[in-house]
Nanobody
Framework: QVQVVESGGGLVQAGGSLRLSCVVS????????VGWFRQAPGKEREFVAA????????SYADSVKGRFTISRDNAKNTEYLQMNSLKPEDTAVYYC??????????????????WGQGTQVTVSS
């Protein structure tokens, strides 16, 4: 049974930073690609960033490019989303997702088979 657990959300002022963490357990961590999605109230879940099994390939949504950085520490089975220069429009529930095809950088939610419970990020103006 694969489990995905996010942590690190919270309340921050505009311009501030947060780092989200995601731990994937139940299968070899390097056998998964990982992605982050977010969902604001009344909006559809949207892609934020993705990273392949080695960390050698990444992808970002245009709205976060240059502000967010996705990375992973395979020794710790943990993947990170460093979020800088946060804006009020970044406010959402952030979800970590795992894909059992480790070479992929999935850009849509349907490409991921395992999801965490989500962590709230609130950016005040």
């Amino acid at each position: 049974q694969v489990q995905v657990v996010e942590s690190g959300g919270g309340l921050v002022q505009a311009g501030g930073s947060l780092r989200l963490s995601c731990v994937v357990s139940g299968r070899t961590f390097t056998s998964t690609a990982v992605g982050w999605f977010r969902q604001a109230p009344g909006k559809e879940r949207e892609f934020v960033a993705a990273i392949n099994w080695s960390g050698g390939s990444t992808s970002y949504a245009d709205s976060v490019k240059g502000r967010f950085t996705i990375s992973r520490d395979n020794a710790k089975n943990t993947e990170y989303l460093q979020m800088n220069s946060l804006k009020p429009e970044d406010t959402a529930v952030y979800y970590c997702a795992a894909d059992s095809r480790p070479w992929r950088l999935g850009l849509t939610a349907k490409e991921y088979g395992y999801w965490g419970q989500g962590t709230q990020v609130t950016v005040s103006s």
